[in-house]
């Protein structure tokens, strides 16, 4: 019997085998070309994923909808690499990404609930900036992008990711860009459209959906995440998605202003929260959980946030609004910041809880950034900081020699600031923040975070209610139900 690597191997052969054209971007650690393009596949073989996909397993759906066949029972579709018409996926079938998958030509992908998606090694799934996903799943049957490989056996990195691509604006010189690290082809493009940015765009919708074990490192600080957003807009709906276990960030924002609610991101290699390129979106309730990986080479800060890595100054500069954050660091190693602010970047960042970062609570880098807090566009308020820096007491360290990267500026003056109604070393008594199998980050009775909290504005975006502190208000767990934490390798 055919192991299930050779049987994955004959699977990428057959469908490469079908066109003519193939793009390899990089190698794995077996030097196959990866992310290959070809016109069309064949159906791969079938039982790669345990039965126990469908029976809330390891990595598997929480629940099986009724009007869905048990998962071992589901065909499996290997996907084209390219959708230029209107297409839907149901849970009849499970659909394998063997290669680069492009949604474009005006296309939408719908994406029924309880459907799940597998990827291999060399899959990805692009959603260009001439086409549209509309993958919404329900509570009871969210929708899951996972690994190709059986359950037990999934590792970081697996397949490659979800990617959106827009048409708002981003700053980078042209206005348009190549998402980075790939070639320069039409669908790895985003920005501006024919030189025309719409800052509404609307890259589609996801709601109650995990993707898990994905993200894929093309070169250093070039990467696909868990889920990755280019230039996306205001009309894009991001609401109620886990990521987990990917094997770089969680989610990234490159430009745009896209904005989301109701993520869990839990177990990502690197940071879980990134922006880049001039994001101008908003989030509000948004958990956060690292993992201590031992063998990782990279930050693992709760928030990573740039401007523009190369211009700090470039424009539209980033400046997005964020409110009601938990974020739970490993509480042990030499690794991680709570939030990393650097390279130009803005942002209002309210109601949010920061525990559990070795390295300390925030981090402000360069006169660019810091300027940002003199001119009132880049400031933390009304947000709890517990078990963070030197000795799990010291959230906001002195930076001293080499280390003064900010000009001088003092994090703990300002952040401490009274007029900032920042609370340090006080416990916000969640439940079991650091567990990793079986995490609750709602608070408890009494906790002193279920108070202190500034109001969302009313915009239509924030709810105005949630005037406490993180992202679970008392009693009140929205990540029950939908969410899994398969074992992460």
Same mark, same amino acid.
């Given at each position: ?52 996909? &469908? ?36 849970? !009849? ?5 063997? @290669?680069?998958?492009?949604?474009? #030509? #005006? ?23 001439? &086409? ?33 691509? #827009? !048409? ?51 070169? /250093? ?6 889920? @990755? ?20 960030? &969680? ?37 956060? !959980? !690292?993992? %201590? ?10 928030? =990573? ?13 980033? %400046? ?11 509480? =042990? ?61 010291? +959230?906001? +360290? ?8 900010? /000009? ?22 969640? /439940?079991? +923040? ?17 108070? #202190?909290?500034?109001?969302? +504005? ?16 008392? &009693? ?14």
């Amino acid at each position: 019997m055919a192991s299930n690597k050779e049987r994955l191997h004959r699977l990428v052969l057959a469908t490469a085998l079908v066109g003519s054209t193939a793009l390899a971007v990089g190698c794995d650690e077996d030097d196959e070309d990866v992310m290959p393009t070809a016109d069309g596949g064949p159906k791969g073989p079938t039982g790669l994923l345990d039965a126990s996909l &469908g029976n809330g397993g390891d990595g598997g759906v929480a629940q099986t909808p009724s009007n869905c066949p048990a998962f071992a029972a589901r065909p499996e579709e290997v996907v084209p690499p390219n959708i230029t018409a209107n297409t839907t996926w149901t849970c !009849q079938k499970r659909y394998v990404l063997s @290669s680069n998958v492009y949604v474009k #030509g #005006g296309a939408t992908l719908t994406i029924e609930p309880g459907t799940v998606v597998q990827g291999s090694s060399e899959g990805a799934l692009f959603i260009t900036r001439e &086409g549209k996903i509309d993958a919404a799943g329900t509570k009871d049957a969210p929708i899951v992008f996972t690994s190709y490989q059986p359950d037990g056996q999934k590792r970081r990195g697996d397949w490659k990711g979800v990617v959106l691509l #827009g !048409q708002a604006s981003i700053n980078t010189i042209s206005k348009d860009t190549i998402f980075e690290g790939l070639e320069d082809l039409p669908e790895y493009r985003f920005g501006a459209l024919n030189g025309v940015s719409d800052d509404t765009h609307n890259c589609g919708r996801i709601k109650y959906a995990r993707i898990e074990y994905a993200g894929y490192r093309i070169a /250093t600080d070039k990467e696909l995440n868990g889920l @990755s957003l280019g230039g996306c807009g205001t009309q894009t709906q991001l609401d109620y998605i886990q990521i987990h276990g990917g094997n770089d960030d &969680g989610i990234e924002f490159f430009g745009g202003t896209a904005g989301a609610k109701h993520l869990v991101l839990t177990g990502n290699d690197d940071d879980n929260i990134d922006w880049d390129l001039g994001w101008r979106g908003k989030l509000q309730f948004v958990v956060v !959980q !690292q993992h %201590k990986v031992a063998s990782s080479t990279q930050a693992e800060n709760g928030v =990573e946030a740039d401007n523009d890595a190369t211009a700090f100054a470039n424009t539209p500069i980033a %400046k997005p609004t964020l409110f009601n954050i938990t974020l739970i660091g490993a509480n =042990e190693g030499t690794k991680g910041r709570g939030l990393l602010l650097r390279r130009g970047t803005q942002g209002l960042i309210k109601n949010t809880i920061v525990q559990g970062f070795p390295v300390g609570a925030i981090d402000v880098r360069d006169s660019a950034t810091v300027a940002g807090t003199v001119s009132g566009d880049l400031d933390v308020t009304n947000s709890v900081f517990f078990q963070s820096g030197p000795g799990g007491s010291t +959230p906001f +360290p002195a930076e001293t020699g080499m280390a003064d990267n900010d /000009t001088g500026f003092d994090e703990n003056a300002f952040f401490t600031a009274p007029a900032r109604q920042n609370r340090t070393n006080v416990d916000p008594q969640l /439940t079991a +923040p650091y567990d990793i199998a079986a995490p609750n980050f709602g608070p408890r009775a009494g906790s002193p975070v279920a108070t #202190g909290g500034a109001t969302p +504005p009313a915009d239509g975006f924030f709810d105005v209610s949630a005037t406490y502190v993180g992202a679970i208000a008392p &009693g009140a767990d929205w990540t029950a139900g939908w969410t899994a934490y398969p074992s992460v390798q």
